[in-house]
């Protein structure tokens, strides 16, 4: 059974930082991992979308690296900001054979708080 | 993309009652999910509805909890059946062939 885990649960930092978030699972035999970002009482919204095959994916201040055979992606955000401020999930997700969709495990979270 | 509309948003309901949550998408689509997230929690898949056939249940839900239906290629429900206050969570349906699109969730309380 995949099980995701994100490192760490909470983060709190000044406004300005660089700051990495982890997420490891352990089936490696994954279709894509995607990361999400949840604001207080709102659904998801996807940042980014790694398929099995790619390395990274980069959008604005956020970059994205997948380590498949290690099980790890690293969600990279540069010079943060007070409104990056929110829950970001990382979900892996394994291929319905049907080609119709995906079933995503997610991990826990990582709550970041950056301070102005 | 796909955008993707929930009914109710909210609601607050009374133990050994049902709800059911409707979920609207803009777009035809083959399969949708329904994940629950419980409070503090992360989300947890419950169910894959097909259009046309019965949904798959995860491991720990079954079909009298929580039926699904799956009447159309744009819409399906979720009845949350004979609540208990451990229902209480944050439904939301989702779609996607790669990039998964969330609903905005329904906001259940049961006391």
């Known amino acids: 059974k995949q099980e995701v885990t994100q490192i760490p649960a909470a983060l709190s930092v000044p406004e300005g930082e660089n700051l990495v978030l982890n997420c490891s699972f352990t089936?490696?035999?994954?279709?894509?991992l995607q990361w999400f970002r949840q604001d207080p009482g709102k659904g998801l919204t996807s940042l980014l979308l790694i398929q099995s095959s790619q390395r990274e994916q980069t959008s604005g201040r956020l970059n994205a690296s997948l380590d498949k055979s290690s099980g790890r992606s690293t969600l990279y955000i540069a010079a943060s900001q007070p409104g990056d401020s929110a829950t970001y999930l990382c979900?892996?997700?394994?291929?319905?054979?049907?080609?119709?969709?995906?079933?995503?495990?997610f991990g826990g979270g990582t709550r970041l708080m950056v301070k102005p | 993309s796909a955008v993707i509309s929930q009914k109710p948003s909210r609601d607050i309901c009374q133990r050994g009652t049902s709800l059911t949550i409707q979920c609207q998408v803009d777009?035809?689509?083959?399969?949708m999910f329904w994940y629950r997230q419980q409070p503090g929690q992360s989300l947890t898949l419950i169910a894959t509805?097909?259009?046309?056939?019965?949904?798959?249940?995860e491991s720990g839900f079954v079909i009298d909890k929580f039926p699904i239906s799956r009447p159309n290629l744009t819409f399906s429900t979720l009845t949350v059946s004979n609540m208990s206050p451990e229902d209480s969570s944050i439904y939301l349906c989702?779609?996607?062939?790669?990039?998964?699109?969330f609903g905005p969730g329904t906001r259940l309380l049961v006391l």
């Open positions: 979900a892996v997700s394994h291929h319905m054979n049907n080609n119709a969709g995906n079933m995503l495990t």
């Open positions: 989702s779609v996607g062939r790669e990039t998964q699109y």
């Open positions: 777009s035809q689509v083959t399969m």
């Open positions: 089936d490696s035999a994954i279709y894509n």
């Open positions: 509805a097909n259009q046309g056939s019965e949904a798959t249940y």
